[in-house]
């Protein structure tokens, strides 16, 4: 028999439809889903074409993986009711916390995302952009001439500022050097420790044990700058505080409806921490990378940062240098996805892509494949910010957001910071890329191999 989320085969018994796909020993299954799961989904892709399903645990459970452009419409048209991406996201909740905007469906969820959206408005955008300046600028003026800068180790200690800072609020600088590393040992892991978040029993014995002891130090201190800010908040109304911790503090209280509780905010502010640090960091780290390659688009580059203009490229009607440099980001996510894909777990039988599957099933738009597919993007494998600039990227193509109701609420902040932080380096310098590199699986977000390291040359 077959439970919820356990298939058959093709036409099987219960008249469900999966797909075929890569099969084998449960356990080693999902180790290398999770260590390795870039070869894993190219094979599969290759050998059975745009929909195949892989078995990983707990369960084990089945994953649906879809990679035709018309399906992963499809997929994130469909009823969040029944289409549950906080139930497909399940294996964060022991990081993120039961209230994580990432884990919670339907209500719960609507609720959640109504509190935190005031957060990532456009004046609220325009309120944190001085913040991350002045951070970025920071950081650049300790760099010089000639030194070899690693990259993803820079852009990582950057957003890292940007989180403790414009995010959580906290500017005490005691309490911020006791924060970096605690915070970075959340997110530097490795495959193995997200084993504990499967199998709760390993978070009793070492190495496990240390990361939740960790993590548990970390809420005390996330709860502690909370009560703080709600002291803050009774005194004088948080007044001048713009992060993004204090906009959630003043959310909800009206209209009955009920503010954020002390619970909700901790697990929100870690799912900003491990939603919006590394993958920036990378985004950002595989951008210069990219840009130390060509000579030519280096240098629009540094004219988009002076603020004299993106140039034309072929085809395309003379740019800002803002739009430019957006656009040298957003390529990079294209050709360098930072995760992989992203989940809806079915509430009950649904027919998807033409296929009948049992409810259980998780459903997954690949982000990885349908943005490597030349019929959405030519000449795929190519660095080309050109095509963000002409109209050349259909709807529901480039999507390392996610999309539909689901679509990641931080987007417009990834973007506003990444393009700040890129222009503040270009005005400072040129990068001269050595050797070329690929994608390595790290926590849940793929990285430069080789931390991307460059040259800096001072303009």
């Known amino acids: 028999m077959t439970g919820p989320g356990q298939v058959g085969g093709v036409g099987d018994e219960h008249g469900y439809d999966v797909p075929p796909g890569p099969r084998g020993n449960p356990l080693l ?4 889903f999770m260590r390795k799961r870039g070869p894993l989904i190219r094979d599969a892709h290759a050998r059975y074409g745009d ?11 089945t994953i649906v993986v879809h990679a035709d452009p018309a399906d992963v419409k499809e997929i994130f048209a469909a009823d969040p009711s029944q289409f549950h991406a906080g139930e497909g996201n399940a294996i964060l909740r022991p990081v993120m916390g039961d209230h994580s905007l990432l884990l919670t469906d339907d209500a719960e969820h609507q609720r959640g ?45 950057l957003t890292l500022e940007v989180i403790l800072q414009v995010v959580f609020g906290v500017t005490d600088e005691e309490r911020l050097a006791v924060l970096r590393p605690k915070v970075t040992r959340i997110v530097d892991i490795d495959a193995g420790i997200l084993l504990s978040w499967i199998f709760p029993r390993l978070r009793k014995v070492p190495p ?56 909700e905010l901790r697990d929100q502010l870690v799912t900003l921490l491990l939603a919006g640090h590394e993958t920036t960091a990378s985004a950002l780290s595989w951008t210069l990378h990219e840009l130390g390659k060509d000579p030519a688009l280096l240098e629009r580059a540094l004219r988009a940062a002076d603020g004299t203009g993106g140039g034309a490229g072929p085809g395309a009607a003379e740019v800002t240098g803002e739009a ?4 040298c980001l957003k390529e990079a996510m294209r050709l360098h996805p930072i995760i992989d894909f992203v989940a809806r777990s079915l509430q009950s039988d649904q027919v998807v892509a ?12 690949s982000i990885m494949l349908s943005h490597s597919r030349e019929s959405s ?65 790290r926590n849940i977000t793929n990285v430069p191999d080789d931390k991307a390291p460059v040259i800096l040359r001072a303009r």
């Open 51 to 61: 929909t195949f399903s892989v078995q990983i645990l707990p369960g084990p459970r």
């Open 354 to 365: 033409g296929r009948r599957l049992p409810r259980g099933t998780t459903v997954a738009p």
């Open 208 to 263: 496990w044990r240390g990361f939740f002891t960790n993590l548990r130090e970390v809420d005390a201190l996330l709860y502690a700058e909370i009560a703080d800010r709600r002291a803050e908040h009774a005194r004088d109304g948080l007044e001048g505080r713009d992060d993004v911790l204090s906009r959630l503090l003043r959310a909800g209280g009206g209209d009955g409806e009920e503010p954020l509780s002390d619970q």
């Open 324 to 327: 430019f440099l957006e656009a």
């Open 29 to 32: 299954m999902t180790m290398r």
């Open 113 to 157: 995302r109504k509190l935190l959206m005031p957060a990532f408005t456009g004046p609220a955008m325009r309120s944190y952009r001085p913040l991350v300046e002045g951070l970025a600028k920071e950081a650049v003026q300790g760099w010089h001439d000639g030194q070899r800068l690693v990259t993803l180790d820079a852009m990582n200690a």
């Open 377 to 441: 993007f030519a000449d795929a494998h190519l660095f080309r910010p050109d095509r963000f600039l002409g109209g050349e990227v259909s709807a529901g193509t480039w999507i390392p957001f996610g999309g539909g109701v689901r679509r990641c609420i931080g987007a417009a902040f990834s973007l506003m910071e990444g393009t700040v932080v890129l222009r503040e380096v270009l005005q400072r310098f040129a990068v001269h890329t050595e050797q070329p590199t690929g994608p390595r699986l």
